[in-house]
């Protein structure tokens, strides 16, 4: 996975584990997409410690997924959510078409 | 749920998140159900130090619940599978008890 990408999801997952001015900085960056400069005067700090805050937050994230892999969790409950509506899908015909129709959608909107 | 049991699962979920020595102190009190003079006596340490390890411990593993919700998360997808399951079960017929077996134990192994 691209770092960049991989970086905004552990974000989205453990980013209520950072403090407010961390996070902050970490979704103008990965989220909003804007350089250290554009921050640093978004946030009225400096470039440099505008750098410090993502190379520390970056390893913060990985800390935090290297203990409870919820990224990996994430990723597996997708593949499984996959394969779940591929055998449902297997299971069509026209007199059970409505039931099935009801399991996808519960499936879909709840794992 | 009973506060004890409610504990034990969120040292299950957050544990890797404690230090060594905290993490051992909560299982020997939760899962060993060891006193805390018992536990002194094994972590070599004071009964004042042990209660309070479990104190902070017990408010630190509350922190996380609240930001991360990984025990709700998993409450609700453990309803989702019994959900799904009772669908699944609503299916069966003869010819396609083989197919829905093969689902049924795909969903239970891998959500």
């Given at each position: 996975m691209e770092e960049r990408v991989q970086l905004s999801i552990l974000l989205?997952?453990?980013?209520?584990?950072?403090?407010?001015?961390?996070?902050n900085v970490m979704e103008l960056y990965y989220n909003a997409d804007?350089?250290?400069?554009?921050?640093?005067?978004?946030?009225?700090?400096?470039?440099?410690?505008?750098?410090?805050i993502i190379k520390r937050c970056h390893m913060i994230l990985l800390q935090y997924e290297d203990k409870l892999n919820l990224m990996k969790d994430k990723k597996n409950m997708e593949e499984s959510k996959k394969s779940i509506l591929n055998f449902i899908n297997s299971l069509y015909r026209s007199e059970n078409k409505e039931l099935l129709d009801k399991i996808k959608n519960y499936i879909i909107n709840n794992i």
């Open positions: 989205d997952i453990y980013g209520k584990l950072l403090t407010e001015k961390q996070r804007l350089s250290l400069a554009e921050i640093a005067e978004h946030t009225n700090t400096s470039r440099q410690a505008v750098y410090d």
